[in-house]
T-cell receptor, first 112, second 112 residues
Framework: DAGVIQSPRHEVTEMGQEVTLRCKPI?????LFWYRQTMMRGLELLIYFNNNVPIDDSGMPEDRFSAKMPNASFSTLKIQPSEPRDSAVYFC??????????FGPGTRLTVL | AQSVTQLGSHVSVSEGALVLLRCNYSSSVPPYLFWYVQYPNQGLQLLLKYTSAATLVKGINGFEAEFKKSETSFHLTKPSAHMSDAAEYFC??????????FGKGTTLSVSS
């Protein structure tokens, strides 16, 4: 199995631009999670899906952030417009019921 | 509400010494508990998990952790540290079908 796949691995953009992060979960997993990691705040849950349905988005910082899961094999996290404070590493993780979450390699986002 | 506290943001040991990373949790229901490791510029990798079976859990790379309900603790240990163990370690708690709640992390340094 290829594991959780995230793209791009690195993204550098300018303030105000739209950013789209992508995630392919492990086949057969029914939960998908988006986390953000910063030095100041550590690992934070942004949103998670079960069977493609958003269950908890209370961690999404504000309306500039949105996430979708159109099918079981793909999810996106979009930031529009981006701001420098959005600079972080964004992780996608997936699991099958039993909470053993498998993490992708992350996307390092830098907003200038 | 669930929470995790990792005592000590930075632990330093000598190669061959005992590794002890501390984690205390708060949960109103029997929790699932996890230890993850993160190497520089990589995603999180599961070390071990507790899901209400044996209280002493063995993981990868020689690590183990003991669930102590009376102390609400889930400390991670390894008898003999190796240079390759230098990384950041995260304790996490969850319930079935929910996202992980992570501690702030403990950076382990190993000196020769």
């Amino acid at each position: 199995d290829a594991g959780v796949i995230q793209s791009p691995r690195h993204e550098v953009t300018e303030m105000g631009q739209e950013v789209t992060l992508r995630c392919k979960p492990i086949s057969g997993h029914d939960y998908l999670f988006w986390y953000r990691q910063t030095m100041m705040r550590g690992l934070e849950l942004l949103i998670y899906f079960n069977n493609n349905v958003p269950i908890d988005d209370s961690g999404m910082p504000e309306d500039r952030f949105s996430a979708k899961m159109p099918n079981a094999s793909f999810s996106t996290l979009k930031i529009q417009p981006s701001e420098p404070r959005d600079s972080a590493v964004y992780f996608c993780a997936s699991s099958f019921y039993a909470n053993e979450q498998f993490f992708g390699p992350g996307t390092r986002l830098t907003v200038l | 509400a669930q929470s995790v506290t990792q005592l000590g943001s930075h632990v330093s040991v000598s190669e061959g010494a005992l590794v002890l990373l501390r984690c205390n949790y708060s949960s109103s229901v029997p929790p699932y508990l996890f230890w993850y490791v993160q190497y520089p510029n990589q995603g999180l990798q599961l070390l071990l998990k507790y899901t209400s079976a044996a209280t002493l859990v063995k993981g990868i790379n020689g690590f183990e952790a003991e669930f102590k309900k009376s102390e609400t603790s889930f400390h991670l240990t390894k008898p003999s540290a190796h240079m390759s163990d230098a990384a950041e370690y995260f304790c996490a708690v969850s319930r079935v079908g929910t996202a992980l709640i992570f501690g702030k992390g403990t950076t382990l340094s190993v000196s020769s």
